[in-house]
């Protein structure tokens, strides 16, 4: 998930993130770097947070700056010395894992806020207090709260440690006695980002599914369900479906792929799926953009594999709606492993790979018999965004295939070099596809030994694939004229009358 840093002066630089995605997001962090948050960003988030509501505008929040080295130590020790308490109370396996866990980042966080609540608050007049006192630590926490969605939306992380005595803390810290403590914040930049809870990926506790806190008054009776007496139709166990969203035209998009999105509560989505394919998904259906950006920040795979089994686990019907085939450098088989070790039941709906796509508009079939008795795709760019190191550079030399690479943009120069020691003809027919089958596709067609120059002095934007061999003498690019024309009705320019 993308957030905007506070220091970004382009506003397009990245995309702001929504609501939703800053409040699953929220998650308390443990691990900070030491880097220095600047004070005038911390004033900025604490008086957005003192907009928060609070009952009767009785504001009791009372929020205490730690910059103290003495007394930060102080309050770490009060930490460890709970947590020992705290863990005495558990299980031998159980208090295992306890001690464990990373509870706290004390030792890191450049920033300390003890929380307190002024229980002797005059402001507000006792409006709600009388009936329910403790209102005033609930107005706290909405403090707390929208605290962390600032925090969170310029990049920040903050930790809430319980687990300290709030008497102790209160008093070596001077606070008055009407004042009580609601919790010890830790405020600064995340090492990790995970947009699942730690205490979840630690195999703490599981989230559970919404229908567990969710009731209708009147209705039956109303039962703790989390113990165990939830009717039949709150265990309803969501499921994920990964679609193939074809290489952009809507209209190459599957039957049951649209079934699937006419179907989806939640679709998690990749950069590259084209605008049109999103407005087939059912109104009402969350959309939460997730895609993985080539060489720029961009959602990590674990973090959207921890998403689509969280959106699971509440009982939604889950679409991980993915460019091109799923199955086809997708990172189908990851995000499969990740379901099925969390019992999450998975489906898959093939999709036009982008390679179908470009050979139709190219009018070219990539196993003509009398010079292709192999097709094969492979991919230019590793994990690490380099060129594979294990690719069979024999069967990419085979005059007899045809070769389809995928993500080639970066080491394309590379590839072609040393396809052309290993014996392929430098005259062999390449030709590079940009936009495949969308209004802006754009075709080179050239040879293996100057592909590479003609695309990097085109530097076209926009997914690029590239396919070499002898079948492709037949190609037929799309006629030019209308390629413009299309491409002046998708921005809404008119070309110039002559």
């Known amino acids: 998930m993308t957030v905007r840093k506070p220091d970004d ?8 993130a929504t609501l939703e995605q800053l409040i699953r997001w929220r998650r308390d962090v443990r691990r900070f770097k030491r880097d ?12 957005l947070a003192d907009l928060a509501p609070s009952v009767g505008n009785s504001q009791p929040w009372r929020i205490v700056n730690v910059p103290s080295a003495e007394l930060r130590t102080r309050v770490e020790e009060n930490f460890e010395a709970a947590r020992n308490r705290a863990g005495s109370g558990y299980n031998s ?96 930049w995340p090492e990790e980002e995970h947009l699942d809870p730690e205490l979840e990926r630690h195999g703490w506790q599981p989230r559970t599914a919404f229908e567990t806190r969710y009731f209708t008054a009147g209705a039956a009776p109303l039962l703790n369900k989390a113990k165990g007496t939830r009717p039949a139709e709150a265990t309803r166990q969501g499921s994920v479906t990964l679609v193939g969203a074809g290489p952009g035209d809507p209209e190459l998009l599957t039957i049951k792929a649209l079934y699937a999105l006419q179907a989806a509560d939640a679709v998690l989505f990749d950069d590259l799926v084209a605008k049109p394919i999103l407005d087939l998904v059912r109104p009402g259906a969350r959309l939460i953009d997730v895609g993985k950006r080539g060489y720029r920040k961009s959602c990590k795979q674990p973090d959207i594999n921890a998403q689509m089994v969280s959106l699971a686990r509440e009982g939604l019907n889950v679409v991980r709606l993915k460019s091109g085939d799923p199955l086809i450098f997708g990172r189908a088989g990851e995000e499969i492993e990740a379901c099925e070790a969390a019992g999450i039941a998975i489906s898959v709906v093939p999709g036009v790979t982008s390679a179908q796509g470009a050979a139709a508009n190219l009018k070219v079939s990539l196993t003509n018999r009398n010079h ?67 209004p802006d596709e754009r075709v080179f ?48 320019v008119l070309p110039e009358q002559s």
Request: with cysteine; glycine share 8%.
């Open 372 to 438: 292709a008795r192999r097709l094969q795709f492979i991919t230019a760019h590793d994990r690490h965004g380099a060129l594979p190191k294990d690719i069979d550079w024999s069967a990419v030399a085979d005059s007899a295939a045809t070769t389809v690479i995928y993500m080639p943009k970066r080491t394309l120069a590379e590839l072609a070099e040393i396809a052309l020691v290993h014996g392929l003809d430098p005259q062999t027919p390449a030709i590079a596809v940009a936009n495949a089958t969308r």
């Open 93 to 188: 396996d159980q208090a295992d894992l306890y001690f464990r866990l990373k509870l706290a980042g004390l030792d890191a966080a450049p920033v300390h806020l003890a929380i307190f609540c002024d229980h002797g608050v005059l402001q507000g007049h006792g409006l709600g207090r009388q009936t329910m006192p403790e209102t005033l630590d609930y107005s706290c926490a909405c403090m707390v709260t929208v605290l962390w969605l600032a925090a969170r939306e310029a990049g920040l992380g903050l930790g809430w440690v319980s687990i300290v005595d709030p008497a102790e803390v209160a008093k070596m810290l001077g606070a008055p006695p009407d004042w009580r403590l609601v919790g010890y914040l830790l405020l600064g």
């Open 445 to 492: 067609a050239s040879t293996i030994g100057a592909i590479a120059a003609a695309l990097d002095a085109a530097h076209p934007d926009g997914p690029v694939l590239v396919m070499l061999g002898e079948a492709l003498r037949y190609a037929t690019a799309r006629d030019a004229a209308k390629q413009a024309e299309d491409i002046a009705v998708e921005h809404g």
């Open 9 to 16: 002066d382009n506003p397009n630089a990245d995309q702001r």
């Open 36 to 47: 220095a948050v600047p004070d005038a960003l911390v004033e900025r988030l604490l008086r």
